[in-house]
């Protein structure tokens, strides 16, 4: 058992990414269920629905799982606002998962009540300042991850500097993840253990739009790209999404609205370069919406229920333990990323946007 498992109560050493659209209360369960580290994301909830939505993952799974807050998005006061209302519906062992540092107070509230505290970054700096904070588990993110990012180096960098500088820290990486072969290198490599976003988009239980769910099955790497196009709502922060009509054009079209997302019955337009994702509540052009998807999109092949992706990577991961445990030596340290399976390199039959 690493760490990260003991730390959390895992049986896998893998957390799936707190996703904004994507990682509702189903998704966040059944992860959990699987004994890996389910997670729901709190993104904008507003805090009674976020309590509400804490409420029916703690209904639905006897296993450990998290909540993920974004204090950049909702800023320090919204966080706390949030987890004021979530923390009281926490059962023990769960945990809370900060994309970015979060404030003092919000550190300071999640200790206090005695929940682990997770925390994403992307630079050595940000690791120090986050275990100065109390944080008990570092997600070190790396270049290859979908979504926002806190870095600028890939993870296998950014693992190296931070483990050299604190050998005692219980750290996952995040980016590059999507079988058990990839976990098992980063386990190699002096993880202990991994954060995996890409891979659980087009889980049955993931409320991502069905046409994310498809570009992503279908996405190789190279369908990705790094942009700071999708500002309105999340500024000054690049983030890596699949390749789009808009991410192939020049110059700045007019921010109008162009789709609607649904929640309870509620209807929000969503204008051209939101950052909001599209999910399956969202009705319009969601082809131009930012799906954040990381370059491991390439070894992410099906629609498969959580429990069936988690049971795969735990099977992988074991096996690529015991073949490492029997070959042990350098040649064996990390293996080339040849594992899982991989789509065919498509460079000659993408979409006119996608070159
Ligand atoms: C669709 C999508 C939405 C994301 N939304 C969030 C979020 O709301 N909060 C967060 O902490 N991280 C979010 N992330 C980033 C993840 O925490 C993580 O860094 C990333 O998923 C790891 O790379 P991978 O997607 O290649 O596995 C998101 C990632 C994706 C792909």
């Not at 730390?7 to 994507?22: D, F, K, N």
């Not at 369908?223 to 700071?228: C, E």
Request: glycine residues 10%; aromatic residues 4%; contains cysteine.
């Amino acid at each position: 058992m690493t760490r990260l498992a003991a730390r959390l109560g895992l049986v896998l050493p893998l957390l799936q990414a707190g996703m904004g659209a994507v990682a509702g209360p189903e998704l966040c369960a059944s992860v959990s269920r699987a004994g890996a580290g389910g997670t729901l994301a709190l993104y904008k909830e507003p805090p009674a629905r976020a309590a509400r939505l804490v409420r029916e993952v703690a209904a639905a799974t006897g296993r450990p799982f998290g909540v993920n807050v974004v204090p950049e998005v909702t800023g320090p006061a919204g966080c706390l606002d949030q987890l004021r209302t979530v923390l009281p519906e926490l059962p023990r062992g769960a945990f809370v998962t900060s994309f970015g540092l979060p404030d003092a107070d919000t550190a300071g509230a999640v200790r206090a009540a005695g929940h682990p505290l997770v925390v994403q970054v992307g630079t050595l700096v940000d690791a120090g300042t986050a275990l100065g904070q109390g944080a008990d588990v570092l997600v070190l993110q790396g270049t290859e991850a979908g979504g926002h990012l806190l870095g600028r180096l890939p993870a296998d960098l950014l693992l190296a500097a931070v483990r050299a500088r604190y050998p005692d820290a219980v750290l996952a990486v995040a980016g590059g993840i999507a079988t058990g072969q990839d976990l098992a290198d980063a386990v190699a490599r002096g993880a202990d253990g991994a954060m995996a976003g890409t891979l659980f988009v087009p889980a049955a239980e993931s409320t991502a739009h069905p046409e994310f769910k498809r570009r992503v099955i279908d996405a190789v790497a190279d369908d990705t790209l790094i942009t700071s196009l999708f500002d309105i709502g999340w500024p000054r922060r690049p983030h890596r999404v699949l390749r789009n009509p808009l991410t192939a054009t020049t110059g700045r079209a007019p921010a109008t609205f162009i789709a609607t997302t649904r929640v309870d019955g509620r209807a929000y337009p969503v204008p051209r370069y939101s950052a909001a994702a599209p999910g399956d509540g969202t009705t319009g052009r969601v082809e131009e919406m930012a799906m954040y998807c990381g370059r491991s999109c390439t070894r992410v092949t099906a629609r498969h229920p959580a429990a069936v992706t988690v049971a795969r990577l735990s099977r992988e991961y074991e096996r690529a333990r015991r073949s490492r445990a029997a070959s042990p030596g350098p040649e064996n340290a990390t293996s080339a990323r040849t594992s899982g399976s991989h789509k065919p390199d498509r460079t000659q039959e993408r979409q006119p946007w996608t070159t």
